[in-house]
Structure formats: C-alpha cells, structure tokens
C-alpha cells in the first residue's frame, strides 16, 4: 500500500509577503528603539522639560499636562534649579527637606500641614525668589518638609495666587497679572 504524503510549498507570492513582514516588523523596531533613545518617552512624561530655557522675561509660560495628568515643569528657587509640580492644593511651595538644605534655605517657625499623606510637621520659610519660564516671583512664602522623599518642589498657592491662570483643552497658562 502506497501513502501519498502532502507537500505545501509556499507559493513565491508567500515568500514575499513573508519577508516583507518581517523586514517591515524590524524596520518599525528600529524606528520605536530610535524614539526611545533621543528621549520620546520623556518628552511624553515630561513634555514641559524645555520651559526654563525658552521664554524670556515676563511672558506667559503655557504647560502641557504629562501622561500622569500632572502639570510639571523646571524652574528655579533661589537661582537654583528644581523641579515643580503645581499642586493648587498646597497652601505654600512646599520644599523636601533634603532640597531645602542644598538650597540653603532657612527654617522658620514650626507648622503643621494637612497632606495627602495625612497630618505632618514641618517649618515655614522665605524663598528670595521663585521662577518658571519668564515668570520671577520674589519673596514667596514656602515651606519645608521633611516627610517628602523626592526633589520635586510642590509649587503651591504662595507663588501661583500672584499670577493669573487660564486652563483649557489639557494646558494651564500662567502670567504675571497686568498692572
């Protein structure tokens, strides 16, 4: 008894289009790992990088939310530069105490603060000056805390209730209010 054994061979129209994908799957990881690299991703997560440089004096400063739907962008206490989460709900910008020494910044008076971590003390201070963008702001009320772990400064009402604020369609324009 003879067996018949089936052979499928791939027509050469198949080779092709098999190979097209491939090249064309490869092509596209290139392309992504590329992206990657010359900073795609922290342009999405932090696509206000860039404020700090680019505005001059006094002109308004427009922020893009960040994947996380925050609003975060560099910015300068005392000179120096830090990073900044606005944050309407703080009362003060409120400095990590870990930051707040490197600044050189002086504890005041000893204060309780309501967080989103519960109930915490910290001190008040005096920042000589705040700025993001163009915007310069002196003698801002801050405050330093030591229950916050990272190195990003929440910029609070102390700074942005001297400023006017528009917000539409996922950005927050910020400007010195007209005398």
């Known amino acids: 008894m003879a067996r018949h054994v089936a052979r499928h061979e791939a027509t050469p129209a198949a080779q092709r289009g098999g190979i ?9 990881l ?15 997560m932090r696509p ?3 404020v700090v440089h680019t505005l001059p004096a006094g002109e308004p400063v427009t922020l893009q939310r960040n994947r996380a739907g925050h609003y975060e962008a560099p910015g300068r206490i005392n000179g120096k ?15 990590p105490a870990d930051l707040a020494a490197e600044l050189g910044l002086e504890a005041g008076r000893s204060a309780w603060f309501n967080t989103a971590n519960g109930r915490v003390e ?13 915007l310069k702001v002196r003698n801002v009320r801050g405050s330093i805390s030591p ?22 369609a996922g950005e927050m324009v910020l400007s010195l209010p007209e005398q």
């Open 48 to 50: 206000n990088a860039n």
């Open 81 to 95: 530069p830090v990073t900044f989460l606005l944050d309407t709900g703080a009362t003060y910008v409120a400095v």
């Open 122 to 134: 910290g001190t008040l201070t005096e920042l000589d000056e705040v700025s993001l963008g163009g």
């Open 147 to 168: 229950g916050m772990e990272s190195d990003t400064v929440l910029l609070g009402m102390s700074f942005l209730n001297l400023l006017t604020i528009e917000m539409q």
């Open 20 to 28: 097209v994908m491939m090249l064309l799957f490869w092509v596209l």
């Open 30 to 44: 290139m392309a992504v790992g590329t992206w990657w690299l010359h900073g795609g991703l922290e342009d999405m």
